[in-house]
């Protein structure tokens, strides 16, 4: 085991550290034909990864013995703690080729010899600029974003054209070679040649304990060495592992649409259909906690891209309307408190207008309504309530002939559901990436139409992924809420999800157009009144890890 050092400190001879592309020829031809010029010429020693690091085959065949199950990762913490935390620490001075395309790691790695208290020269000598301006005062780094350049303590300029022969690209090379000579001559005095650890930050300060614990002062560049390197490696793996970050998955939705048509048709082939269309849209709640849909013979692509449209029109109205008819939405049961009126509400990034059953409206008058919008679009979104309605009776019709193998499984009397409806705006924030954190739903059935990516459902809660979710024209999404999942004996899963942020600014808002269902009085399940059957669930205590989770999700922001 390497012995612990609080300094490290460089070499008699003055080390430099080559930073720069290495993916093709011309890279590495012109990084080894620098490097000759710095030693042969000047007596430097350079340390050139792609001569002194490593190859990735020979680490790859010298780790094979240990049997480590990801060898690519492996590969990767060698190399990354073999250049930030050993060639750059033992180097004085960090030269940097900052031509275009810039290299990511090339910017890393003078960004951390900055940070360590290197000497670093950026030098430039490319034509293209992707941020280039016409004049020199105001583009003193020749195009090149600002944010690499400022983390140079020295930063050189070479405007010549791209020259035409051997012979004048030594030249310029030479040019090159000189003005970093005597830059550092100039200067070099000016930067410690020892890095104390306790000075740096944690993650400077691991990556460079890693470093000690796979390379010694002692050890030399070659492959012959790589056996120890690997047998370190080995033995010190879940240690020197601690610097990759905690990794959150995103896989792509299946695009597995199930067609509900045939549960509004009345054909005897439509009939027999039922069945296999029930069992798809099961296997699909099962298999992804959501499944798509369409019900063109309800609900088709113009009426659905028309009621968006009215959703849009609906956030347009002014401020004081908007906080005229605002509530609480920290209330917890607002459907009681209000009534099941609707009502304008608003969080910190999203704002919702939520309409309860048209006939409970206990009590609103028609002026109420219209000081909020006109009674044409009232009427339209009376409609589209009323559809949404049946709509939740088939799926519910669809989950009984699938979990029972009949359709007497949720049995509805006087069609008696509880269906908020309700339109969401998530405008574009750039203070947030999630906009809307993890929740259930507690509902029975969300039903949702979304006009941008935004949704997404967890997939693996111990390791973060998320599965995106969208849905195109006519297509809405179908996820469980608490209710059902209580009501079928956790059979269906309550979906965990959220809803993240536009990318860029220049996105439309996100527009969501969502029924919560819930299961009225009169839907019976075995005899008994749901309502029933969940309350004595609900008394049992069953959220409690759920809430949990919840819990944890939003504490972690």
């Given at each position: 085991?390497?012995?612990?050092?609080?300094?490290?400190?460089?070499?008699?001879?003055?080390?430099?550290?080559?930073?720069?592309?290495?993916?093709?020829?011309?890279?590495?031809?012109?990084?080894?034909?620098?490097?000759?010029?710095?030693?042969?010429?000047?007596?430097?020693?350079?340390?050139?990864?792609?001569?002194?690091?490593?190859?990735?085959?020979?680490?790859?065949?010298?780790?094979k013995?240990?049997?480590?199950?990801?060898?690519?990762?492996?590969?990767?913490?060698?190399?990354?703690y073999?250049?930030?935390?050993?060639?750059?620490?033992?180097?004085?001075?960090i030269?940097?080729?900052?031509?275009?395309?810039l290299?990511?790691?090339?910017?890393?790695?003078?960004?951390?010899?900055?940070?360590?208290?290197?000497?670093?020269?950026?030098y430039?000598?490319?034509?293209?600029?992707?941020?280039?301006?016409?004049?020199?005062?105001?583009?003193?780094?020749?195009?090149?974003?600002?944010?690499p350049?400022?983390?140079?303590?020295?930063?050189i300029?070479?405007?010549?054209?791209?020259?035409?022969?051997?012979?004048?690209?030594?030249?310029?090379?030479?040019?090159?070679?000189?003005?970093i000579?005597?830059?550092?001559?100039?200067?070099?005095?000016?930067y410690s040649?020892?890095?104390?650890?306790?000075?740096?930050?944690?993650?400077?300060?691991?990556?460079?304990?890693?470093?000690?614990?796979?390379?010694?002062?002692?050890?030399?560049?070659?492959?012959?060495?790589?056996?120890?390197?690997?047998?370190?490696?080995?033995?010190?793996?879940?240690?020197?592992?601690?610097?990759?970050?905690?990794?959150?998955?995103?896989?792509?939705?299946?695009?597995?649409v199930?067609?509900?048509?045939?549960?509004?048709?009345?054909?005897?082939?439509?009939?027999?259909?039922?069945?296999?269309?029930?069992?798809?849209?099961?296997?699909n709640?099962?298999?992804d906690?959501?499944?798509?849909?369409?019900?063109?013979?309800?609900?088709?692509k113009?009426?659905?891209?028309?009621?968006?449209?009215?959703?849009?029109?609906?956030?347009?109205?002014?401020?004081?309307?908007?906080?005229?008819?605002?509530?609480?939405r920290?209330?917890?049961?607002?459907?009681?408190?209000?009534?099941?009126?609707?009502?304008?509400?608003?969080?910190?990034?999203?704002?919702?207008?939520?309409?309860?059953?048209?006939?409970?409206?206990?009590?609103?008058?028609?002026?109420?309504?219209?000081?909020?919008?006109?009674?044409?679009?009232?009427?339209e979104i009376?409609k589209?309530?009323?559809?949404?309605?049946?709509?939740?009776?088939?799926?519910?019709?669809?989950?009984g002939?699938?979990?029972?193998?009949?359709?007497?499984?949720?049995?509805?009397?006087?069609?008696?559901?509880?269906?908020?409806?309700?339109?969401?705006?998530?405008?574009?924030?750039?203070?947030?990436?999630?906009?809307?954190?993890?929740?259930?739903?507690?509902?029975?059935?969300?039903?949702?139409?979304?006009?941008?990516?935004?949704?997404?459902?967890?997939?693996?809660?111990?390791?973060?992924?998320?599965?995106?979710?969208?849905?195109?024209?006519?297509?809405?999404?179908?996820?469980?809420?608490?209710?059902?999942?209580?009501?079928?004996?956790?059979?269906?899963?309550?979906?965990?999800?959220?809803?993240?942020?536009?990318?860029?600014?220049?996105?439309?808002?996100?527009?969501?157009?969502?029924?919560?269902v819930?299961?009225?009085?009169?839907?019976?399940?075995?005899?008994?009144?749901?309502?029933?059957?969940?309350?004595?669930?609900?008394?049992?205590?069953?959220n409690e890890?759920?809430?949990?989770?919840?819990?944890?999700?939003?504490?972690?922001?």
């Open positions: 085991m390497l012995s612990k050092v609080s300094t490290m400190k460089v070499q008699t001879t003055m080390e430099i550290y080559g930073a720069g592309s290495l993916f093709n020829l011309r890279e590495t031809h012109f990084n080894s034909m620098l490097t000759k010029l710095l030693e042969d010429n000047e007596g430097f020693k350079v340390n050139l990864p792609q001569r002194d690091g490593f190859e990735f085959s020979n680490l790859s065949n010298s780790l013995p240990y049997q480590i199950k990801d060898i690519n990762s492996a590969i990767q913490e060698i190399i990354f073999y250049d930030l935390g050993y060639l750059i620490p033992k180097s004085q001075v030269i940097a080729n900052l031509d275009e395309p290299d990511p790691g090339v910017d890393i790695e003078i960004a951390h010899a900055f940070l360590l208290g290197k000497m670093v020269i950026g430039r000598n490319d034509s293209r600029g992707p941020f280039k301006v016409n004049s020199t005062d105001l583009d003193p780094f020749r195009g090149m974003h600002f944010f350049a400022l983390q140079c303590t020295h930063f300029n070479q405007s010549v054209s791209p020259p035409k022969t051997h012979y004048e690209g030594l030249y310029e090379m030479k040019r090159l070679v000189d003005k000579v005597e830059i550092i001559k100039q200067d070099v005095k000016k040649p020892e890095i104390v650890k306790s000075k740096c930050s944690d993650k400077v300060r691991q990556i460079l304990e890693g470093a000690e614990l796979l390379f010694d002062s002692h050890w030399k560049n070659g492959n012959a060495h790589l056996e120890e390197i690997c047998k370190r490696f080995n033995e010190n793996k879940e240690k020197l592992g601690q610097i990759r970050p905690i990794q959150f998955n995103i896989i792509p939705a299946k695009d597995n199930v067609d509900l048509n045939c549960f509004f048709e009345i054909s005897e082939e439509s009939v027999k259909k039922r069945k296999e269309t029930a069992m798809s849209f099961l296997k709640l099962e298999n906690g959501c499944s798509k849909i369409t019900c063109s013979n309800l609900i088709s113009e009426e659905l891209c028309n009621y968006v449209k009215l959703t849009r029109e609906v956030f347009k109205i002014s401020k004081d309307i908007k906080e005229k008819y605002s509530i609480d920290e209330a917890k049961d607002y459907a009681k408190k209000y009534g099941f009126r609707s009502k304008l509400g608003h969080e910190d990034n999203f704002e919702y207008f939520i309409t309860g059953n048209f006939h409970k409206l206990n009590g609103w008058t028609k002026q109420e309504f219209t000081g909020m919008m006109s009674e044409d679009k009232l009427e009376k589209f309530h009323s559809k949404m309605n049946k709509l939740s009776l088939v799926i519910l019709e669809a989950l002939l699938s979990l029972k193998n009949q359709d007497s499984f949720l049995k509805n009397e006087n069609e008696d559901v509880w269906n908020d409806l309700v339109m969401i705006n998530y405008p574009w924030v750039n203070h947030t990436r999630v906009v809307k954190a993890g929740h259930y739903d507690y509902s029975a059935l969300a039903i949702l139409h979304t006009t941008n990516s935004g949704l997404q459902f967890e997939v693996d809660y111990e390791n973060g992924v998320w599965k995106d979710v969208t849905t195109d024209e006519g297509e809405f999404v179908v996820n469980c809420g608490e209710m059902l999942e209580a009501l079928t004996n956790k059979k269906l899963k309550s979906a965990f999800h959220r809803v993240i942020s536009a990318p860029y600014e220049e996105f439309d808002s996100r527009i969501s157009v969502l029924s919560f819930n299961l009225g009085k009169g839907m019976k399940i075995n005899g008994e009144s749901c309502w029933e059957f969940y309350d004595k669930i609900l008394k049992s205590n069953q890890i759920r809430k949990k989770k919840i819990d944890d999700f939003n504490s972690q922001g």
